[in-house]
């Protein structure tokens, strides 16, 4: 079941590498570019940087027992780890 899409503002080049290197170190495979599909531990996101400052996830797929809202708050977490917003 696909979630609503959710838009993090203030990503900079910095926060974006640093969270997609974190959520790759978790065993999340995320693919080089701006845009593409993050997959890994039964999630499948869509991820679109405008390569300024915002970075809008769509998960389009999760285990029936995570909720959009864990779902995206454990993407939310990698974000503020990497001082985003």
Request: aromatic share 8%; net charge negative.
């Given at each position: 079941?696909?979630?609503s899409p ?67 708050g454990k ?11």
């Amino acid at each position: 079941m696909a979630c609503s899409p959710v838009t993090f503002h203030h990503v900079t080049l910095d926060v974006f590498n640093c969270m997609k290197k974190k959520l790759e170190e978790s065993g999340i495979h995320v693919p080089s570019g701006n845009k593409g599909e993050l997959s890994g531990h039964g999630v499948v996101a869509d991820y679109d940087w405008d390569g300024t400052s915002n970075l809008t996830i769509t998960v389009k797929q999760k285990p029936f027992f995570i909720s959009c809202g864990t779902a995206i708050g454990k993407i939310q977490d990698f974000v503020h780890q990497c001082h985003g917003n």
